[in-house]
C-alpha cells in the first residue's frame, strides 16, 4: 500500500546537485584558526607553510570548522604557488605533492567529523597577487597579459584538480583579466569550480563594474557558482543580487570580518562589521554557499550554520 512506502533521504553525489538543496555553509578564516592555535604565519607563504611543516595543525583547523558546522572545507593552498614555494627551496615535484596534500588533509578532517552530513572539500586557488605577498591581489593589474596570467594559473590548477576536489575555489580575484585566465584554465580539468571576486563597493579591487565581472562566468560551463570573498560584509550585500542577477548561477559569498588588513604593517585594523543576522538576506538574495573569510572563525561559522538551518523567507 501507498502508505507503507518509506522514502529514505537522497544524498546528493556532487557539490552542484547538493546547491539544487539548498544552501551550504563554507568555513571561515584559515589563518586565523592557525595563528589562534599559536602558529606563526608571518612569512610569505602563510599557511600554504604548514602543508609541509605542521600538516596535522591544518587537519585541525578544518576539523573545527566541521564542526561547528560548515559543510565546505576550502584547502590552505591559497598561497601554494610552484614560484613562492621554490623561493623557499621546494622543487615542483615536492611543491605539488604538497599542494595535493592539502586535499587530502581536508578529506581526513571531514573522516574524523561526528556528523553524518555530506562533506565537501574546495581546493583552494588564489590570484597571481596572492604569490607575490605584497598586498597586489587587493589592486591586480599586476602588468601580465592574460595569457601570462593562464600559463601561471593552469599548471597548479592541473595539480589540485587531479587531487580530485570536489570543487575549484578561484578566490579574491581582483580584477576581469585574472578572471579571464583563470576561467580558461580550468577549463578541461573536470572538475567544477567557483569564482569569487575581491571588491570593494560596487567594482572590483581593480575597479571594473561588477555587472561586467560576473558576466564573463555567465556562460561558464566549469562555473557552479559565482560571487565575492575576502571583502567587507557590507560590500558582499551590494554584490549578491547582482552576481544572481548577471549570471543566473548559485551565489558564493565569504567576507572578512569587516576589519581592514594593513599590508604594510601586516596587521589588521578596525572593529569587526560581521553579523550573523545578514545571513537570512543573503540567503534570500540568491546565496547558496555562504561563509566566512579573514579573521572569520568557528563561532561565527556555527552562527551562520543556524541562521540557514531555519525556514527559508515564503517557504
Not at 567587507?232 to 569587516?258: C, F, L
Request: glycine share 10%; hydrophobic share 45%.
Amino acid at each position: 500500500m501507498a502508505g507503507d512506502i518509506t522514502h529514505t533521504p537522497h544524498t546528493p553525489t556532487s557539490l552542484a546537485e547538493a546547491l539544487t538543496a539548498g544552501p551550504l555553509v563554507l568555513d571561515g578564516g584559515m589563518s586565523n584558526q592557525l595563528e589562534a592555535a599559536g602558529h606563526d604565519l608571518s612569512d610569505e607563504l602563510w599557511s600554504a607553510r604548514l602543508l609541509a611543516e605542521r600538516p596535522e595543525a591544518v587537519t585541525e583547523a578544518h576539523l573545527a570548522y566541521y564542526e561547528a558546522g560548515a559543510d565546505v572545507a576550502i584547502t590552505a593552498s591559497y598561497q601554494a604557488t610552484f614560484e613562492g614555494f621554490a623561493r623557499h627551496g621546494v622543487g615542483r615535484a615536492g611543491t605539488a605533492r604538497l599542494m595535493a596534500s592539502s586535499v587530502e588533509l581536508a578529506r581526513a578532517a571531514a573522516r574524523r567529523t561526528r556528523t553524518t552530513r555530506p562533506l565537501w572539500v574546495a581546493a583552494s586557488a588564489g590570484p597571481y597577487g596572492a604569490m607575490l605577498a605584497d598586498g597586489s591581489e587587493y589592486r591586480g593589474r599586476y602588468g601580465l597579459t592574460v595569457a601570462e596570467l593562464e600559463r601561471f594559473h593552469r599548471p597548479r590548477l592541473e595539480v589540485l584538480a587531479a587531487a580530485r576536489p570536489d570543487v575549484l575555489a578561484l578566490e579574491t580575484v581582483p580584477d576581469t583579466d585574472e578572471a579571464t585566465a583563470l576561467l580558461r584554465s580550468v577549463r578541461g580539468l573536470g572538475v567544477p569550480a567557483w569564482l569569487s571576486y575581491t571588491v570593494a563597493g560596487d567594482r572590483t579591487r581593480a575597479g571594473q563594474p561588477l555587472v561586467e565581472a560576473f558576466a564573463l562566468a555567465a556562460d561558464a560551463d566549469e562555473i557552479v557558482a559565482v560571487g565575492v570573498n575576502c571583502c567587507a560584509p557590507e560590500d558582499a550585500d551590494r554584490a549578491i543580487g547582482v552576481a544572481a542577477r548577471v549570471t543566473g548561477k548559485p551565489v558564493v559569498v565569504y567576507p572578512n570580518s569587516g576589519e581592514s588588513w594593513d599590508a604594510g604593517a601586516r596587521a589588521w585594523t578596525g572593529r569587526s562589521t560581521f553579523d550573523t543576522e545578514r545571513v537570512t538576506a543573503w540567503r534570500e538574495a540568491g546565496a547558496r554557499l555562504i561563509g566566512g573569510c579573514c579573521r572569520v572563525g568557528p563561532e561565527a561559522i556555527a552562527g551562520i550554520a543556524r541562521a540557514l538551518s531555519g525556514p527559508a523567507v515564503g517557504a
